[in-house]
């Protein structure tokens, strides 16, 4: 048997104030009675609101399945005046919430009441309040018409601090980190909102992410954090094998690196990295990395470097690097730091290069990143860099002095078109100012990490700067594919050399049970060479986590 529908119409003692309640809106058509003596309820809550507070409802009517409710609007009261003490609101939260205050009262639009109210009310929850509430007493009308009101306390408590916070899912999660890089320690006043806020920030830690909220726990005289955390692996094995045309003897020339990265597994958020790289041109690379946050508990942390290169028998250089950092917040860090260098030229007096000599040098240096990750993308769990680095020192060379300045700089982002379709824009720079050079201080670039389509570290310049660009056409989350343009400019004031170069071509990634999989296949001239397609290099390179 079908129930039958109700009707409920609303009006007013006359067609002004029932075409007000028209305009109000509530539900006409109902199922049962139940259903519109609750509608009646929410449309008196709705009259209040709105001001009309003295508003009277008449015993209601029923005609066949209609029922009919006469209201009796009355006045309409458009402002409320909030009496209230400093010691219970602060003037500063005031601010933000009204427009008209003096000493003592505020005022506000009466619709508004509820949602100053709530939004107080709040702001004592973040303030370490969370049991109090307040509300309005002594309403009165005034003789100007509108509504006056006390703001009182429903109940007074202490203020709450986080007495413990315990870690679950990964307990031996750094407290260094929990200290100064979500920055929750004891004895901070509670403020759940912004705990939850700063949560998040482990969405920037490559080692840790978030199971779920934190949650507390309240007794009469303790509160306790419990924050969720799961451990990530995060070490890294990355490697790729290059491979093209020698242009003189039309022989096919492999080259390649193996980057080996260790994340976090001493628990303390340390980092350990070791690269190696052979390249075609019989140039070998050594470089190890120590990245140490938080010294012993402080909000200052250490970068160590050692870096060594040696040109075939011609030179070798030998790069010793050290920093202190502060990391402002999950998204950026300051350095400043020393760095040495010391190059010896290998070639025998009877080959000898008057370009390659023995010198040593000492520069000052300051540096600034920025990282935003997105770790929820697998493909591309990095969205924006910004990591640009100025030194300033002296070369020193038979005991000769030369003042030398180098700037580098390595940015991109990625831009989201859509679920499908991103557009990744890179942008690295380096310039080396000072008055006389040497071949063997020459910054070296090409290859995978640089401009693709050249040799590995076969170009050398004072200044270049290069950009790249993709077109990304996603599958999945485990396969894409994209296009490689990339441009370049570059100087060499040893041999007075300008040059603009350009590549072009394609390449993918993929998702192996091994790790990430990419291929690139580009082709590099420079502006006066016509294509040949056995300047093409072809990059190989798999990264695995574990």
Same mark, same amino acid.
């Given at each position: ?7 409920? #119409? ?24 139940? @259903? ?6 929410i449309f008196r809550k709705k009259l ?43 003037? #500063? ?33 973040? =303030? ?64 759940? /909102? ?25 007794? #009469? ?37 193996? &980057? ?23 140039? #070998? &690379? ?11 508990? *402080? ?25 202190? !950092? ?5 998204? =950026? ?58 030194? /300033?020192?002296?070369? /020193?060379?038979?005991k000769q002095d030369t003042k030398q ?5 390595? %940015?991109?982002?990625? !831009?989201?078109? +859509? ?8 942008? /690295? ?19 995978? +990490? *640089? ?5 590995? =570290?076969?170009?050398?310049?004072t200044q270049f700067g290069v950009i &790249? ?7 999945? &989350? @485990? ?8 441009? %370049? ?46 300047? *093409? ?8 986590? !574990?």
């Open positions: 048997m079908l129930c039958q529908e109700l009707q409920l #119409k609303i009006t007013g003692k006359d067609s002004l104030e029932t075409k007000t309640i028209d305009s109000i809106r509530y539900e006409k058509y109902h199922r049962d009675f139940e @259903s519109i003596s609750n509608e009646l309820t209040n609101t709105l001001g009309y507070i003295e508003s009277k409802m008449s015993p209601i009517k029923k005609e066949d399945s209609i029922f009919n409710a006469r209201f009796s609007l009355n006045t309409k009261y458009n402002y409320l005046n909030i009496f209230f003490t400093d010691s219970l609101v602060s003037r #500063k939260i005031l601010e933000k919430l009204s427009n008209n205050i003096s000493e003592g009262q505020f005022s506000i639009p009466i619709e508004d009441t509820e949602r100053v109210l709530t939004a107080i009310n709040l702001k004592l929850s973040e =303030n370490g309040d969370p049991f109090s509430t307040l509300k309005l007493s002594d309403i009165t009308i005034n003789n100007k018409g509108e509504i006056d009101a006390t703001l009182i306390r429903s109940e007074k408590t202490q203020v709450r601090r986080i007495d413990k916070v315990i870690i679950k899912g990964y307990e031996k999660f750094p407290k260094s980190f929990l200290k100064h890089y979500l920055k929750i320690k004891e004895q901070q006043v509670f403020n759940l /909102t912004q705990i939850k806020k700063q949560i998040t920030d482990l969405n920037e830690l490559n080692f840790a992410r978030q199971l779920k909220d934190p949650e507390v726990l309240f007794t #009469k005289d303790s509160t306790t954090l419990y924050v969720f955390i799961e451990k990530v692996k995060s070490n890294n094995f990355d490697g790729f094998i290059g491979f093209g045309t020698n242009e003189e003897t039309n022989n096919i020339e492999f080259s390649g690196y193996l &980057n080996l990265e260790l994340n976090n597994n001493l628990n303390y958020g340390e980092s350990f990295r070791l690269v190696y790289k052979s390249d075609e041109n019989d140039q #070998k &690379n050594f470089l190890v990395n120590l990245n140490l946050p938080y010294l012993f508990n *402080s909000p200052i942390g250490t970068e160590l470097e050692l870096s060594l290169l040696k040109k075939d028998s011609s030179f070798s250089t030998v790069n010793q690097n050290a920093k202190l !950092f502060y990391q402002i917040n999950p998204k =950026n860090k300051v350095f400043v730091g020393i760095r040495s260098i010391k190059s010896n030229n290998l070639l025998d007096s009877l080959y000898s290069n008057p370009t390659i000599q023995d010198y040593t040098s000492t520069f000052y240096n300051v540096r600034y990143l920025y990282r935003k990750r997105q770790k929820e993308n697998i493909l591309f769990n990095t969205k924006t860099l910004l990591d640009v680095q100025f030194e /300033t020192g002296n070369r /020193t060379f038979e300045q180098q700037l580098a700089l390595d %940015a991109y982002h990625i !831009f989201n078109l +859509n679920q499908k379709n991103n557009i990744y824009l890179r942008g /690295t720079g380096f310039g080396l100012f000072s008055d006389t050079y040497f071949e063997n201080e020459l910054a070296r670039f090409g290859g995978i +990490n *640089s401009i693709r389509g050249f040799e590995e =570290n076969s170009l050398s310049a &790249n660009t993709e077109y990304r056409y996603v599958f999945n &989350n @485990s396969i894409y594919i994209h296009t490689i343009i990339d441009f %370049a400019y570059l100087e060499n004031k040893l041999i007075a050399q300008k040059e603009k170069l350009y590549s072009f071509g394609f390449g993918f990634g993929l998702i192996t049970k091994a790790g990430l999989l990419k291929f690139n296949f580009a082709n590099g001239k420079n502006e006066n060479q016509t294509f040949k397609f056995s300047n *093409s290099q072809v990059h190989l390179s798999l990264t695995a986590f !574990f």
